[in-house]
Nanobody, 126 residues
Framework: QVHLVESGGGLVQAGGSLRLSCAAS????????MGWFRQAPGKEREFVSA????????MYADSVKGRFTISRDNAKRTLYLQMNSLKPEDTAVYYC???????????????????WGQGTQVTVSS
């Protein structure tokens, strides 16, 4: 069983930056592809970014491409999401997720992720 805990959310003005972290315990973090998703009030949970188990492959939603960067530190069992040039439409609860299948590439599909964190709120004011 993998337990994921997100942190780093908060309130920021448009144009600002935040770095989200996702600390993992249990399981073999270094063998799992990881992803970030977000959910705004009244909307479906949507894909933001994903990274392969090695860290060498990444994917981004078009809406965040060029502004967000996903990375991982397998020694620290931690996933990151650097968010720059934030916009009010980035406001959402951000969730990290782990693909429990081993040694996979990044995926934008919610269905492949077996483990989810509790989420961290990001609010961007205009």
């Amino acid at each position: 069983q993998v337990h994921l805990v997100e942190s780093g959310g908060g309130l920021v003005q448009a144009g600002g930056s935040l770095r989200l972290s996702c600390a993992a315990s249990g399981g073999t973090f270094g063998n799992y592809a990881m992803g970030w998703f977000r959910q705004a009030p009244g909307k479906e949970r949507e894909f933001v970014s994903a990274v392969s188990w090695t860290g060498g492959g990444t994917m981004y939603a078009d809406s965040v491409k060029g502004r967000f960067t996903i990375s991982r530190d397998n020694a620290k069992r931690t996933l990151y999401l650097q968010m720059n040039s934030l916009k009010p439409e980035d406001t959402a609860v951000y969730y990290c997720a782990a693909d429990g299948r081993l040694w996979r590439g990044p995926s934008a599909s919610r269905e492949v992720y077996d483990y989810w964190g509790q989420g961290t709120q990001v609010t961007v004011s205009s």
